[in-house]
């Protein structure tokens, strides 16, 4: 099963965190990445720009709404993705428990709704 893991961090804290210590940052996710895919396990995964370069788009009473940035104000902000293979939510934790972003922010293990799953319930 596929599972996204959700990285969640303060963006103001990441932007003003000394050179050496997001080097440390850095190395860990390399670290991190190398060894998912050496399991086998990643799919895919990318850092995200910060909010200021978002844009959300919603659609009310047939009128399209662009917005800077993104639509809620939280102290945390999604950061970056990974997509990994996980035999059941067990091991997708266990990955998630792994990642950097586990002991400064948050990582949300979701997983994903198989499109011909969905459509076989419907």
Known sequence: MRY??????????MAN????????????????TEALKKSGAWLAGDRLRPTQAATSVRIANGKTNVLDGPYADTKEQ???FYMIEATDI????EWAARCPAASTGT????????????LSEK
């Open 90 to 93: 067990d091991t997708a934790i």
């Open 17 to 32: 965190a000394p050179r050496e210590s997001t080097e440390q940052t850095l190395a860990a996710y390399g670290a991190y």
């Open 78 to 80: 999604l950061a970056g």
């Open 107 to 118: 990582v949300e293990v979701r997983p994903i709704w198989e499109m011909t799953e969905y």
């Open 4 to 13: 996204m893991l959700l990285i969640y961090n303060d963006e103001a804290a």
